[in-house]
């Protein structure tokens, strides 16, 4: 496991009961049963030209 943050909740349903999935930092909802990822996209604004 890495030292990133966990999901606090699953992002279809709402549940909190949350399992990490495989070792790739994906996770399984055991609520909605759906195994999903949490990507970071960056910090800030998009710029515009």
């Not at 699953?10 to 909605?32: H, I, M």
């Amino acid at each position: 496991m890495s030292g990133r943050a966990a999901p606090f909740y699953c992002p279809y349903c709402g549940d909190e009961d949350l399992v990490p999935y495989e070792k790739d930092g994906t996770w399984y909802c055991r609520a909605c049963l759906r195994a999903f990822a949490v990507k970071f996209l960056g910090i800030g604004a998009k710029e515009t030209s």
